[in-house]
Structures are given as structure tokens and as C-alpha cells.
């Protein structure tokens, strides 16, 4: 992601996510153990919702399952490509109630309170300003709205803490490491009462937090 409004984007990340955007699927079968569980707890936790916002949706893995869930979802992302491709994803499923756009997660031109959920799946890592950005989310979803955000935590094995410093190597723009604990902890310091955790297993674990805006 980039940078808040007033800040230059930080282009070395957003170019990383334009080369990178035609093989992302690809990529998700050595690290995409642990999507299938984020995929259906995060369709879960929508169920019913009449506006959803998903931010960071890169190619739409997440998408089509929140499509299947919720009224409405607003699906978006700070990479052109990505959002080229998360648009083709949805035209061709003919899914009808997803509206595609390219958007900043530090400015997103929404009403406040707009959402009923907002889903930000493995984008916390990534984020240069974590507090601000969740602040942001906070604005646009309604009192009391829940948050999704499932996030792959690299500082949660020995495995994963090789691996996510070989990823550096490549010019992965990753920002902060966790652990479930540390993400827990990071996202009940930004104003969050979470109320679901789990750790899904993978060489690069993901753990799955939930809460709501308090």
C-alpha cells in the first residue's frame, strides 16, 4: 500500500505489485496452504452484510467468496494491475454485485460509516503507517462494523522467518513481521475488539483476526 494523503506512494512497492500482478495466482501455490480457511472464514464473517469493502483484493481470491456473502461489495486495490485483473476476475464469473476500483487504503474517497465490514486479507505486513491506515478503515466503516484482517505472519516460526527474509532479497515490500500474537496486539492498539483468532498453518502461516470498531 501507499502512503497517506499528503505523502508521495511509495511507487518502489505499487511497481512491485504492477511485475508481479500476471503471475500472483501463481505464486499462491507455494504459499496458499492457509487461503482456502481465510477464504471461507473471511465469507463467514460478511454473511448478511449490505456493503462491504475489501481493500488490497490484488487478483480477487478473496472477492468472489465475499461476493457469495454480502450485498454488496466494493473490492479495491492501490496496484493498476492488480485491479486490472481483479476486474477481469469478476466480469467473467458475472458476479454483479462487486464493483472494481482502484483506491488508496490511506484515501479512500468513501462517506464515513459507508461499510457494514471492511476485509483487508494479508495487507497488514505491507503497510508503512499500520495505525493510519486502520484509522482510515475505521472512517468508512459504520459504528460498531467488523474487521477482517487476515495476515501472514512471517515472525511466527523459524521457517517462516527464513523464508520471509528471502522474500526481502527478491524486493518484497514488506514492512513489519509478525506473529498472531504481535498482530493481535497491534490491531487491538489501533481501537479494535477482536473476537476471533486462529492460526492457519502454512510455511508462511496466516493468522486470521476479526473484531469490530469500538
Same mark, same amino acid.
Given at each position: 500500500?501507499?502512503?497517506?494523503?499528503?505523502?508521495?506512494? !511509495?511507487?518502489? &512497492?505499487?511497481?512491485?505489485?504492477?511485475? !508481479?500482478?500476471?503471475?500472483?495466482?501463481?505464486?499462491?501455490? #507455494? =504459499?496458499?496452504?492457509?487461503?482456502?480457511?481465510?477464504?471461507? #472464514? &473471511?465469507?463467514?464473517?460478511?454473511?448478511?452484510?449490505?456493503?462491504?469493502?475489501?481493500?488490497?483484493? /490484488?487478483?480477487?481470491?478473496?472477492?468472489?467468496? #465475499?461476493?457469495?456473502?454480502? $450485498?454488496?461489495?466494493?473490492?479495491?486495490?492501490?496496484?493498476?494491475?492488480?485491479?486490472? $485483473?481483479? %476486474?477481469?476476475?469478476?466480469?467473467?464469473?458475472?458476479?454483479?454485485?462487486?464493483?472494481?476500483?482502484?483506491?488508496?487504503?490511506?484515501?479512500?474517497?468513501?462517506? !464515513?460509516?459507508?461499510?457494514?465490514?471492511? *476485509?483487508?486479507?494479508?495487507?497488514?505486513?505491507?503497510?508503512?503507517?499500520?495505525?493510519?491506515? =486502520?484509522?482510515?478503515?475505521?472512517? +468508512? %466503516?459504520? @459504528?460498531?462494523?467488523?474487521?477482517? *484482517?487476515?495476515?501472514?505472519?512471517?515472525?511466527?516460526?523459524?521457517?517462516?522467518?527464513?523464508?520471509?527474509? &528471502?522474500?526481502?532479497?527478491?524486493?518484497?515490500? /514488506?514492512?513489519?513481521?509478525?506473529? #498472531?500474537?504481535?498482530? +493481535?496486539?497491534?490491531?487491538?492498539?489501533?481501537?479494535?475488539?477482536?473476537?476471533? %483468532?486462529?492460526?492457519? @498453518?502454512?510455511?508462511?502461516?496466516?493468522?486470521? +483476526?476479526?473484531?469490530?470498531?469500538?
Amino acid at each position: 500500500m501507499s502512503q497517506h494523503a499528503g505523502m508521495k506512494p !511509495n511507487d518502489r &512497492a505499487r511497481r512491485y505489485w504492477d511485475r !508481479n500482478a500476471k503471475n500472483y495466482d501463481r505464486s499462491m501455490s #507455494l =504459499l496458499g496452504k492457509p487461503i482456502p480457511r481465510m477464504v471461507a #472464514l &473471511a465469507a463467514e464473517a460478511v454473511t448478511g452484510a449490505t456493503r462491504v469493502l475489501e481493500v488490497a483484493a /490484488g487478483t480477487g481470491l478473496v472477492t468472489t467468496a #465475499l461476493a457469495a456473502s454480502a $450485498k454488496e461489495v466494493v473490492a479495491t486495490d492501490y496496484s493498476e494491475a492488480m485491479t486490472g $485483473k481483479l %476486474t477481469e476476475r469478476v466480469r467473467e464469473l458475472g458476479l454483479t454485485n462487486v464493483r472494481c476500483e482502484h483506491a488508496d487504503i490511506y484515501a479512500l474517497q468513501y462517506e !464515513n460509516g459507508y461499510f457494514d465490514a471492511v *476485509v483487508a486479507a494479508n495487507v497488514l505486513h505491507l503497510l508503512q503507517d499500520l495505525s493510519l491506515a =486502520l484509522a482510515a478503515l475505521r472512517r +468508512v %466503516t459504520k @459504528p460498531g462494523g467488523r474487521l477482517i *484482517v487476515p495476515t501472514y505472519c512471517h515472525d511466527q516460526t523459524l521457517l517462516s522467518g527464513f523464508i520471509s527474509r &528471502a522474500l526481502a532479497v527478491t524486493g518484497f515490500p /514488506g514492512q513489519e513481521r509478525f506473529s #498472531l500474537a504481535s498482530l +493481535v496486539q497491534a490491531v487491538e492498539a489501533a481501537g479494535v475488539k477482536v473476537t476471533r %483468532t486462529e492460526l492457519l @498453518p502454512g510455511i508462511l502461516p496466516i493468522g486470521y +483476526v476479526e473484531g469490530s470498531f469500538v
